[in-house]
Structures are given as structure tokens and as C-alpha cells.
């Protein structure tokens, strides 16, 4: 796999994920077949990046994670609330962590590539965004947006 901007976060993003302990399945395709409950899926979505000057311009790297918790064993209002603690529990995991998780070499030492030369500034927003009923699955699901924003300068 290559060292692009991109697939470096995702696949932060996926280590992140599997390492919040209620999760039992972490996938970056979207579907609705796990092997065990709660799970998650992440895909990449929207973003928006913005020129700044010609030294530095923001670019935003936006996925959505999905979290799935099966309704049929225990009914709708005790995975409703699992479901909420869950999705704190994620959003905490990338509010605290701007880094992604704590490796080596550093996010920004790896996202400083390509020939630009400067610091990147790394921020993670992450926002509970949504949630439904998969009626024909048994499911619910809980959506948050994720945005990751990079101030890349071009010196």
C-alpha cells in the first residue's frame, strides 16, 4: 500500500477503531454483514479544502463511520443505549488523541511529504452526526462525521 496523505489516516483511522474494546469488527467498506456485534465500518465522505495563500492551503480528509448494534437479542431501547455509550466512546477516542494514535514516526512527521517542507498542523473533528433503524437487518445504526484538517505550506 502507498504512503499517500490518504491512506495514511485511514489507516489510523482503522487502528484507532479496533482499539476501542466494545467494538468486535472494524472494516473501511461499507456493509451490512459482521461477524459479531457491535461493529463498524468507515468510508471516506465529503470534504471541502481551502486555499489559503500561495505559501499554505488546508486540506480536509472527511470519512464517515458507521456503528452498528444488533436490536433482535436484547430489543431496541438496550441497544439504543448501548449504542450511545458507544458512539461517546468513539468520539472520545478521536477528541483526545489529535494524533491519531501515538506511534512512530508521528502523523505529522509522515503526512510532511511530497516535497513540502514546512510543519502540518494536524486537527481531528469528530461530530455524532446521525442515527436510524435497519428495520430488515435488526440493526441500528449511529453515524459520526470525521474530519481530519492538515494546513500543508508549499515553501
Do not use: H
Amino acid at each position: 500500500m502507498s504512503d499517500t496523505r490518504y491512506t495514511i489516516i485511514k489507516d489510523r483511522i482503522n487502528t484507532k477503531l479496533t482499539g476501542i474494546g466494545k467494538l468486535n469488527e472494524v472494516l473501511d467498506y461499507p456493509t451490512l454483514e459482521f461477524g459479531k456485534y457491535p461493529s463498524a465500518y468507515f468510508v471516506p465522505a465529503e470534504g471541502s479544502s481551502d486555499w489559503e495563500t500561495n505559501e499554505q492551503d488546508e486540506r480536509v480528509y472527511a470519512f464517515d463511520i458507521f456503528l452498528y448494534y444488533e436490536t433482535k437479542s436484547g430489543g431496541k431501547q438496550s441497544a439504543l443505549n448501548a449504542l450511545y455509550d458507544l458512539v461517546d466512546d468513539v468520539l472520545d477516542a478521536f477528541a483526545q488523541d489529535k494524533q491519531l494514535g501515538d506511534t512512530s514516526p508521528t502523523l505529522q512527521a509522515q503526512l510532511t511529504t511530497n516535497g513540502y517542507t514546512t510543519d502540518t498542523v494536524v486537527t481531528v473533528e469528530p461530530v455524532s452526526a446521525g442515527w436510524e433503524e435497519v428495520v430488515d437487518k435488526e440493526l441500528l445504526r449511529a453515524r459520526i462525521a470525521l474530519k481530519v484538517r492538515i494546513l500543508i505550506s508549499n515553501q
